[in-house]
């Protein structure tokens, strides 16, 4: 089917891959150019000098984005191209090279000392900053990261250590499971084999329980075989992230993603720990989901079993495509537009096939340009709301595409808004166009099972990192790491599942925790917060989306705790976080009640 229906996306947009090398040139000139503005930088400099720089900075960064990011592209859907994998490299060599070019006017931005230059002061940052006021709030924030910044030579080591070190360990633990090859047998069936994580994945919420069980241990059995690969790969990856947090002055290994994400330590902590104290509202559910199975108790393989009074239905990819259009539409008319010009740009990748890479997301490269998504689009109800996920995520930045390229993206607490809201609109829309109430059920059920998995399931893996860190500054084995995280599980579920040993290698399967440690707190925080506004808007109606779509279009241009406020948001209220978890409950108590 996937001959028949989907999309691939046109990189040509981007750059056509015959260009790349003039491209190439074109910027390795334009960095020479850098040393035209050098003697330029003073605290004394005039304000049109200063945006006139700006201005040329950001063409160039969207010159680099373009070259980086269409190789970025094509190596995603065939991780085995080789002519894809040269040109990453070659422009990862570009932008190393940009980065130690333009080291010493960041440097002198924030606020540091610099040899042959006069340091720039507040007062003069201000009064030059204020001339971009787009760029204002990420310019003052970057100097408050100043503290956590090394010398000029410092960082340069880093940067290349980065490029050629954690970075290159990230693709190669990508291009170790690209290459595994799954080998299907439920009990009583033939075998089948996946040469694709995506097609397998989808066995895990079928109603056979052979087929779950088949599914989930053919997966962790791979991540088993090579356990001592990912481990190599993870405590190399710790330790390096734990050098430079020290080296730089952090306090925690957190508190580095933290600071980045513009989210003070103590939202976080308050987060993680409401996520843990409302547990018992999912172990309440997986109690539910047993009985409604006939079970004694699930096993772990379970937790994402549909119940079974609902019908398989397969949906199309136009189907679903049409739906999640209709759906913004009525939600808002910019909804509705700006996930069309994702789509009419032919910017999505929906369906899998061997080398493409697993699971969703969504890439934004620059303003001029709609983002990017990459699906692995099977039929199911799940890969309408992925959809519908990760468009909201297009849409967002299309809402904040008036900005300069370095204040388009939103800051963490804002960055899963509309993609969590987007999902949520058209489950409620789903929901409505539900046969019956056994329907409904059934879908709530797996509205359920999906709040795990954002919610609770995201926070533990934080909290497993967290103990990790400090496990392998210690010193710790691969199986040690391994019970770690199944004591992390059984805290996790309680009573409320039993499961399987081969759990304990659950942990190599999860990419942020190596290209992006405590990254998935953002989940969490973006399901919870969107559940919230969601609420909001149930109440207020359409009054309430132009508040959205005002949230939406400051990206990254403002501090996000003063955009939360305004529309009435604490991030550190611990009230707040378990406001979000009485929907969660409602969802539960609505369940019990069909």
Known sequence: MAKKEGMRWNLDE?????????LWKEIEQDISKYDFFL?????????????????????????????????????????????????????????????????????WLQGKEIDGFVRLDDKNAERLFKTLPALQYGMMYSRKLARHTLLENEEKIITEKDMTGAGVLVDLRELIETEFCFKFKPKGKKEKIFNNAAELLKHVYSKNANEREAACNSLLEKYKENIDKFFMVYQAIVKDWRYDYERRGYESAIQVRNIGNHVPDKAIEVLLDVCRTNRDVYQRYFRFKAKELGMKRLRRHDIYAPLKIAKDEKISYEESKKLVLSTFDEFSKGFGEKARRIINDRHIDSHPRQNKRGGAFCLTLMPSIAPYVLLNYTHTARDVSTMAHELGHGIHSLYAAHLPMAAQHANLPLSETASTFGEMVVFEKMLEKAKNDKVRKAMLSDKMADSFATILRQAYFVMFEKKAHEAVRKGITAEQLSGLYMEMLKEQFGDSVDISPIYRYEWARIPHIVATPFYCYAYNFGELLSMAL?????????????????????????????????????????????????????????????
């Open 14 to 22: 981007i750059l056509p891959a015959k260009k790349f090398d003039e």
């Open 39 to 107: 003697p330029k930088f003073s605290p004394e400099m005039d304000r049109d000098g200063f945006v006139a720089f700006m201005k040329f900075d950001e063409k160039i960064i969207e010159k680099l984005a373009r070259l980086g990011g269409m190789p970025c592209l094509w190596e995603s859907t065939d991780q085995k191209s080789q002519e894809a994998k040269l040109l990453k490299s070659k422009a990862e060599d570009l932008v190393l090279r940009f980065s130690n070019k333009t080291r010493k006017i960041s440097l």
């Open 534 to 594: 969601f609420a909001r808007y149930k109440k207020e109606g359409v009054g309430f989306v132009p508040k959205i779509e005002k949230v939406l279009s400051y990206g990254g241009s403002e501090d996000p705790d003063k955009v939360l406020k305004e529309i009435g948001v604490d991030m550190c209220s611990r009230e707040f976080w378990e406001g979000s978890f009485e929907i969660v409950r409602g969802w539960q108590e609505k369940l019990e009640q069909y």
